[in-house]
T-cell receptor
Framework: EADIYQTPRYLVIGTGKKITLECSQTMGHDKMYWYQQDPGMELHLIHYSYGVNSTEKGDLSSESTVSRIRTEHFPLTLESARPSHTSQYLC?????????????FGPGTRLTVT | GQQVMQIPQYQHVQEGEDFTTYCNSSTTLSNIQWYKQRPGGHPVFLIQLVKSGEVKKQKRLTFQFGEAKKNSSLHITATQTTDVGTYFCAGPAGAGSYQLTFGKGTKLSVIP
């Protein structure tokens, strides 16, 4: 069982609110990722980090921002939520072990912006 | 940029029938990974293939990596209701990259 946690699991919030989605892992992995996934659809990488103080934008343009001040923590912030942000947000982490870079996913946060 | 295409998008099978999903990349891949996502769940790593022509088995699941390292397949023999979910292939986003580009996934439904 992977030790990667996301809170909240579900969030319904009004337009214009600022929100932070939390992601923590206890595996000591350097690499962490945020994906956006609409129900039944593909995963889109929106942010990633190779370590503390390292953050990069992914393939999918996102109005969110991330920070990586501690290895285990990779929060995602939306300054002003909009209905178009309604989606599931998945956090993942990985480490190269014996030639395999397996990504471990958290349970996800289902965000609804009204 | 790197594109990973996966077919079919949906597959409905009778329990006991076989199932195959195919993954094709626009570029040669250093490796390919497969993940399974149960309904309402999160993706879970199944396997990584690295070598040209590689075949790996996990019980009823058989994974293949093409000779040119641009395509891969996942075959499930005698499907069970526990196989229900979406199967994603994923390849490195670029040479030497740790980021993954995921295919759109194949959603498998198994009719009991």
């Amino acid at each position: 069982e992977a030790d990667i946690y996301q809170t909240p699991r579900y969030l319904v919030i009004g337009t214009g609110k600022k929100i932070t989605l939390e992601c923590s892992q206890t595996m000591g992995h350097d690499k962490m990722y945020w994906y956006q996934q609409d129900p039944g659809m593909e995963l889109h990488l929106i942010h990633y980090s190779y370590g503390v103080n390292s953050t990069e934008k992914g393939d999918l343009s996102s109005e969110s921002t991330v920070s990586r001040i501690r290895t285990e923590h990779f929060p995602l912030t939306l300054e002003s939520a909009r209905p178009s942000h309604t989606s599931q947000y998945l956090c993942a982490s990985s480490e190269l072990l014996t030639g395999v870079e397996e990504q471990y996913f958290g349970p996800g946060t289902r965000l609804t912006v009204t | 940029g790197q594109q990973v295409m996966q077919i079919p998008q949906y597959q409905h099978v009778q329990e006991g029938e076989d199932f195959t999903t195919y993954c094709n990349s626009s570029t040669t891949l250093s490796n390919i990974q497969w993940y399974k996502q149960r309904p309402g769940g999160h993706p879970v790593f199944l396997i990584q293939l690295v070598k040209s022509g590689e075949v790996k088995k996990q019980k009823r699941l058989t994974f293949q990596f093409g000779e040119a390292k641009k395509n891969s397949s996942l075959h499930i023999t005698a499907t069970q209701t526990t196989d229900v979910g979406t199967y994603f292939c994923a390849g490195p986003a670029g040479a030497g990259s740790y980021q993954l580009t995921f295919g759109k996934g194949t959603k498998l439904s198994v009719i009991p």
